[in-house]
């Protein structure tokens, strides 16, 4: 039989107790900065304007959806076939006449995913593209300065594009000196 142990501590000492975890400091809290699209919220705000439409994140065959499911002919059969025709010159002007007044804004953003998309870019790039009208009619061969424009596009971004059409680099116009006021 074994013997039980008995473990000696000295008169009023407590018994072993684990330490505790050390505590946690709080942060010192930082004063919020807003951010930038709030403060451009807050200006538009105050002036009475509407805020700017933030870049289009909408996928365009979405786009192409939606606007087909507003029985916009041209979108319907993009829908269908699955491809982005290019779109005639003015069509924008032409489907808000059709839609009601509270659609214009989700339309102009449709039409803006589409129009700024890649696959809209290499529709219009492409070999003897032309332009359909709203009732899906062609209306006329892509212009040879949208073509290169979309080639620009496709290639290399808005500087090229500038070079390209002879219009000064937007990066340069915007760090000219300023002269000194004495």
């Known amino acids: 039989m074994a013997r039980p142990t008995l473990t000696l501590t000295p008169r009023g000492a407590a018994p072993p107790v684990k330490p505790a975890p050390p505590a946690k400091r709080a942060k010192p809290r930082q004063p919020s900065q807003p951010s930038e699209e709030a403060k451009a919220k807050a200006r ?5 304007a509407r805020p700017k439409r933030p870049p289009s994140s909408i996928p365009p065959f979405i786009a192409v959806r939606e606007l ?4 916009l002919p041209l979108f319907q059969r993009m829908n269908k076939v699955g491809v982005l025709l290019p779109m005639c010159v003015g069509i924008r002007e032409q489907i808000l006449a059709i839609v009601e007044r509270r659609m214009h804004y989700k339309v102009v953003g449709w039409l803006h995913a589409i129009a700024s998309s ?19 009619s062609i209306d006329c061969a892509v212009s040879p ?11 290399g971004g808005r500087a090229m594009v500038a070079a390209d059409l002879g219009l000064p680099d937007p990066k340069k116009a915007a760090r000219k000196p300023q002269p000194k006021v004495p």
């Not at 087909?68 to 029985?71: E, I």
């Open 44 to 48: 538009a705000k105050a002036k009475g």
């Open 68 to 71: 087909a499911l507003l029985g």
């Open 118 to 136: 890649t696959a809209y870019q290499y529709a219009l790039h492409a070999d003897g593209s032309m332009r359909h009208r709203l009732d899906g």
């Open 145 to 155: 300065r949208d073509h290169r424009l979309a080639q620009c596009l496709i290639n």
